[in-house]
């Protein structure tokens, strides 16, 4: 009689138990990941300098260091000593015509005074003519001299127009040789130490902006139709007190093809299951990391 009234309480309490003990179901769960970008180097030397370490927090343009770059200024240097010693070779068109200006202006005159004796018929008309003339030849001197000074001087300018291009490329190389961050984060990994040899595409570190972070998780073609970008769902994380923190996020991506669940699920049925995934952006205060396990209601 005793062993019967305890199988009862047992069955009234049990219920209880179970209700209290019942995790809150959610509908869906995966793993914390950020965009991470890595940066390499973009020019060929040592590495001279390179102020960095793990887990720097980096601005953007902040300056990290410099590849050698005393081979490149040399040869730049020595563009800029041949594009000098050529442009020196550019005749001066003034001084050269100097002296034809001043034998037209005084042929000019020549002829001014002819013309005056011929109206005054102390002169005749032939040496008018022959004045003119003189003019004429002289003015034809002229602009025979600037066409070839012309072509002189252009012919110099193209010359040197190769060299001042090859100047601008080794400026471009020059720039490439300093380490600029090119965009806000935290450094995750670092590949290079100074005096290491750079070299074009070869990385130098990884860096990942952390202020925000992605969950990324998986749901099923039964969850789809409840879900829309842009919507507002509550992230929850383990707070190491056996509950959880939550958190709003918003679904900025969702996968328009359907995968097969991830390995990391355990049991063999749900593997087989074909699920979407979907990415959570969630404002970061620094508790959550990546690779974190991460669940979501959608309610």
């Known amino acids: 009689m005793k062993t019967f009234q305890k199988i009862i309480l047992a069955s009234l309490f049990l219920p209880l138990v179970i209700g209290c003990t019942e995790e809150k179901p959610f509908d869906a769960s995966g793993s914390f990941e950020a965009e991470e970008t890595i940066i390499s180097a973009e020019a060929l030397g040592v590495l001279k300098h390179f102020d960095l370490e793990e887990g720097q927090v980096l601005s953007a343009n902040q300056f990290l260091g410099y590849v050698d770059s005393v081979q490149l200024f040399l040869r730049k240097r020595q563009l800029e000593a041949q594009i000098t010693a050529l442009t020196g070779r550019k005749p001066n068109t003034s001084a050269q015509l100097a002296a034809l200006e001043v034998q037209l202006k005084t042929a000019n005159l020549e002829a001014n005074r002819v013309s005056n004796l011929v109206k005054a018929n102390a002169a005749t008309s032939k040496q008018l003519d022959d004045a003119t003339a003189q003019v004429a030849m002289i003015e034809a001197q002229i602009i025979a001299q600037k066409s070839n000074l012309d072509i002189s001087t252009r012919g110099i300018s193209n ?141």
């Open 159 to 299: 010359d040197a127009s190769p060299l001042e291009i090859q100047i601008a490329q080794l400026e471009d190389q020059l720039l490439k040789t300093k380490i600029i961050n090119p965009t806000p984060g935290t450094v995750l990994v670092k590949y290079a130490e100074e005096n290491e040899m750079a070299s074009p595409g070869k990385p130098l570190y990884k860096i990942a902006d952390l202020s925000t972070i992605i969950l990324r998780a998986y749901v099923t073609g039964n969850q789809l139709p409840e879900l829309k970008l842009n919507q507002e769902v509550t992230v929850h994380t383990d707070n190491g007190q056996g509950g959880f923190d939550s958190t709003k996020g918003q679904i900025n991506w969702i996968n328009d093809k359907a995968e097969f669940t991830p390995k990391t699920v355990q049991t063999k049925d749900e593997r087989a299951n074909l699920v979407y995934a979907i990415k959570v952006k969630v404002p970061n205060d620094g508790r959550f990391k990546i690779g974190m396990y991460g669940e979501i209601t959608f309610q």
